[in-house]
């Protein structure tokens, strides 16, 4: 089992509908967690961390933290062809704190 | 405020060959961690490096090294290259991550060296 999993998509919204991305994560004891969006040739970063349990919005990015069920989530409103990218969920686990583990990523396609 | 910066950017070594990536980190960083980016595994932790301590090390075999030096600058080493150390290399840099201390750690990424064996 992957530390953190990501469906690699792609995953295909057309342009001004919200675009959801999920994570899950295997160390029960992880503390943070980060998406991270990377465009192609490009180098990752960050658009959200959370550290609590529930929602946390920032601009047309809202992320979601369920530690009972191991699992994140983001939601991007009204998608932009400027969101097509391939977005990381990164976790920062318990047992060995100072190493964020990536997800293999989703990759996103907003289609106008 | 610079961001991080790695050089070289690309490269491209034989089998054999070994090779030293290099990492300035962002002004008052003091951790650097880096990480391998290949199409198919992802990004993968290769170690994290903190007041010139590895704090924490990946899973790749030992001729992976890197070290830290007092100014926070970072580099990794790869010796005997093989054909499958082909990958974007990146180093990110930290304010640093402190026990205790949630809201701590987030990565900034460099832009990359692409290493190409052949």
């Known amino acids: 089992q992957k530390e953190v999993e990501q469906n690699s998509g792609p995953l295909s919204v057309p342009e001004g509908a919200i675009a959801s991305l999920n994570c899950t994560y295997s160390?029960?004891?992880?503390?943070?967690f980060f998406w991270y969006r990377q465009y192609s040739g490009k180098s990752p970063e960050l658009i959200m961390f959370?550290?609590?349990?529930g929602d946390k919005e920032d601009g047309r990015f809202t992320a979601q933290l369920n530690k009972a069920s191991q699992y994140v989530s983001l939601l991007i409103r009204d998608s932009q062809p400027s969101d097509s990218a391939t977005y990381l969920c990164a976790v920062r686990g318990l047992s060995s704190a100072s190493k964020i583990i990536f997800g293999s990523g989703t990759r996103l396609s907003i289609r106008p | 405020k610079a961001g991080v910066t790695q050089t070289p950017r690309y490269l491209i070594k034989t089998r054999g060959q070994q090779v030293t990536l290099s990492c300035s980190p962002i002004s008052g960083h003091r951790s650097v961690s880096w990480y391998q980016q290949t199409p198919g595994q992802g990004l993968q932790f290769l170690f994290e490096?903190?007041?010139?301590?590895?704090?924490n090390k990946g899973n790749f075999p030992g001729r992976f090294s890197g070290r830290q030096f007092s100014n926070s600058r970072s580099e990794m080493n790869v010796s005997t290259l093989e054909l499958g150390d082909s990958a974007l290399y990146l180093c990110?840099?930290?304010?640093?991550?402190?026990?205790?201390?949630?809201?701590?750690?987030?990565?900034?990424f460099g832009e990359g060296s692409r290493l190409t064996v052949l």
């Open positions: 160390d029960r004891g992880s503390q943070s």
């Open positions: 959370i550290y609590s349990n």
């Open positions: 490096y903190f007041s010139e301590t590895q704090r």
């Open positions: 990110a840099s930290s304010l640093a991550w402190l026990a205790g201390v949630r809201n701590s750690g987030e990565l900034f």
